[in-house]
């Protein structure tokens, strides 16, 4: 059965926290918990699907893995990823108090939002449905302690870490991207979407450097920050 855009973003978008919805809540307040759906369904047939025939590669993936992502694992990776960059940076546009900073946050948001709602199309044309991994699991771990992160920091450190976790997850997100994602496509239109994704993923990069080198902040000895995967 085909299944539609909407149906798609919100598989995609689940897990979202509400960081751009009511009051803001300063960088030294306490987050609320940040819920997570794991869309465990499996890929439709046809169009590059993978079908319950690659259930042995749906165990933990990812740089210490040799087992190949699937395509319905591929849209959950590219889905944590636009997920992550949305609850991020929302958070840092209602917080920030700096244009520059300010201008690279809202940047984020709508090119990781408009991510969203393309692979949402692509999902719902080619009856491909998200499958977790460990590599997308791991993402949307990550997110949510930068989040807490952001939360907890003093106001005089907000930028500089808003913008180091940046850079550091943009250069995470390229490495995955080059080693788990492109290598493991299958379908043409999935492919594609990954490779815009790696393109925009890189000019993001790009531009946080840009503003930290425009604010002068120190991100490479800023404040310590668990971002990894």
Do not use: W
């Not at 990781?112 to 080619?126: F, M, P």
């Not at 450190?157 to 850079?167: N, R």
């Not at 393109?199 to 668990?226: K, Q, T, Y």
């Amino acid at each position: 059965m085909k299944i539609s855009v909407k149906q798609t973003f919100i598989y995609l978008s689940l897990g979202l926290a509400a960081v751009g919805c009511g009051e803001s809540q300063g960088p030294s307040s306490q987050g609320s918990a940040i819920s997570h759906a794991d869309a465990s369904t499996e890929e439709g047939a046809g169009n590059g699907g993978t079908s319950a025939a690659d259930s042995g590669k749906d165990g933990a993936s990812g740089q210490t893995s040799n087992q190949t992502l699937s395509d319905s694992q591929i849209l959950a990776v590219l889905g944590a990823l636009n997920a992550a960059e949305i609850e991020q940076n929302s958070y840092a546009a209602l917080n920030t108090i700096t244009p520059d900073v300010l201008y690279l946050a809202k940047v984020l948001v709508e090119a990781h939002t408009e991510a969203v709602l393309s692979l949402g199309e692509v999902a719902s044309d080619q009856h491909i449905q998200p499958r977790q991994s460990d590599i997308s699991q791991k993402l949307r771990a990550s997110s949510r302690k930068t989040v807490e992160q952001l939360k907890a920091a003093h106001i005089l450190e907000f930028d500089t870490l808003y913008v180091q976790s940046q850079i550091k997850i943009h250069s995470q997100a390229i490495e995955i991207l080059d080693e788990e994602v492109l290598p493991a496509v299958r379908n043409p239109a999935l492919r594609t979407e990954a490779e815009n994704t790696r393109a925009s993923v890189e000019a993001h990069l790009n531009l946080a450097r840009d503003v930290a080198a425009e604010l002068d902040l120190d991100v490479d000895a800023g404040v310590p920050l668990d971002a990894g995967l």
